[in-house]
C-alpha cells in the first residue's frame, strides 16, 4: 500500500492501472490534494483507492490530470517511417550495369574519353570528365561494390531529400569531389574512374541531413547526439574508402566526395526541399541528374581527342 496509515473511513476506487508507475503517478496527484490514498494490486492491475469522503475531490483531480496529459503530445514519440522509392534505386541499378556494358563493348576509346585526368580537367578545361568518371569501372567486382553501397546510401538519403534531389545531389558531389580531387593532383598524371566519389558523396549527404534532422529536435540537440552521425560517416570512410592495403584505390576522391557531400545534404535538408518542392519538381531534378550524365558523354565524344 501506498500509505502507511490505517484508513478511518472506507476505502473506495478511484482508478485502475495496467502499470504501477502510472498508478503511483496518479497517487502523487491525489496525495497534491493532502488525500491519503492507497494502492492494491487486483489480478494485473493496480488499483488507487482513498478514503470515501475525499472521493469527489481525488475524482476531480484525477480528471484535470488526465485531460491535461491527453493534451500534450508523447514526448518521445517515435517518427514514423516513410517508405523508401525503391523504383528510384533500380532504375539507377539499371543505369550503371548499362554504363558499364557499354564501357565494355567499346573499350579503350570509352575509358580514354571518359576518365577523370588531373591534367586534362585542371589544365585543360574538359569539366565533363568529372561526370562521365562516375559511369566506368574496373571490373565487375568494382562496379557491383559501388551499386550495392550507392544504393544503400541513397535509400536512407531519399526520405530525407526526394527521390529526384537526392539523385541529382550525388550526381553534384560526385563531380565536385572529382573536381577537387583533380585540383589536388593538378599538374600530375592523375587518372579517376568509378562511382564511389559519388557514393561516399551519397554518405556526406545523409550525414548532414541527419545532422540537421537532429539539431531540429530538442530531444536530440545534444553533443553526443549530434555528434553521431559525423563519426558514422568517418567510421564508414575509414572502413570501406581506404581499401585493405591502400592500393588503388583513391583515398582523396572518397574523402572529397564525402566532404562536398555533407554541407549539400544539410543545406537541402535545412530549406525542407522534400516537404516544399512539388512532385514535379522532383521528377524534373532526377532527370537533370540523368541529361547531366548523358550530355557529359555527348559532349567527351564531340570535343577532338587531344
Do not use: C
Request: charged fraction near 15%; charge should be negative.
Amino acid at each position: 500500500m501506498s500509505d502507511t496509515t490505517e484508513p478511518r473511513h472506507p476505502l473506495v476506487e478511484v482508478g485502475r492501472y495496467p502499470r504501477l508507475a502510472e498508478a503511483r503517478q496518479r497517487g502523487i496527484v491525489v496525495a497534491a490534494s493532502d488525500l491519503p490514498h492507497w494502492i492494491e494490486r487486483e489480478g494485473e492491475e493496480w488499483v488507487l483507492r482513498v478514503e470515501e469522503p475525499g472521493r469527489e475531490v481525488a475524482q476531480r483531480e484525477l480528471a484535470a490530470f488526465e485531460q491535461e496529459q491527453a493534451a500534450q503530445p508523447p514526448a518521445d514519440a517515435p517518427l514514423p517511417a516513410e517508405p523508401v522509392d525503391t523504383l528510384s534505386l533500380y532504375v539507377v541499378a539499371w543505369l550503371m550495369s548499362g554504363f558499364f556494358l557499354t564501357q565494355n563493348l567499346l573499350g579503350e576509346l570509352w575509358m580514354e574519353r571518359g576518365v577523370a585526368t588531373s591534367d586534362a580537367i585542371i589544365a585543360r578545361g574538359e569539366w565533363w570528365r568529372t561526370l562521365t568518371a562516375l559511369t566506368l569501372h574496373a571490373d565487375l567486382s568494382h562496379v557491383a561494390a559501388n551499386i550495392a553501397f550507392g544504393l544503400l546510401f541513397a535509400a536512407f538519403v531519399l526520405p530525407h531529400l526526394g527521390a529526384g534531389m537526392t539523385w541529382l545531389a550525388i550526381v553534384l558531389s560526385g563531380a565536385a569531389g572529382n573536381w577537387i580531387n583533380a585540383w589536388g593532383y593538378r599538374g600530375e598524371a592523375h587518372g579517376s574512374i568509378g562511382a564511389s566519389t559519388a557514393v561516399f558523396g551519397a554518405l556526406g549527404l545523409l550525414v548532414g541531413a541527419e545532422f540537421v534532422s537532429r539539431l531540429r529536435s530538442r530531444h536530440t540537440r545534444t553533443g553526443w547526439q549530434l555528434v553521431l552521425p559525423l563519426g558514422g560517416g568517418l567510421a564508414f570512410l575509414a572502413f570501406l574508402g581506404v581499401g585493405e592495403d591502400g592500393r588503388n584505390v583513391d583515398i582523396m576522391a572518397h574523402l572529397w566526395g564525402l566532404v562536398t557531400g555533407l554541407p549539400l545534404g544539410a543545406l537541402l535538408a535545412a530549406v525542407r526541399v522534400k516537404e516544399r518542392a512539388p512532385r514535379i519538381f522532383q521528377r524534373l531534378v532526377a532527370l537533370a541528374a540523368v541529361v547531366a550524365l548523358g550530355s557529359a558523354w555527348v559532349w567527351a565524344f564531340s570535343v577532338p581527342a587531344r
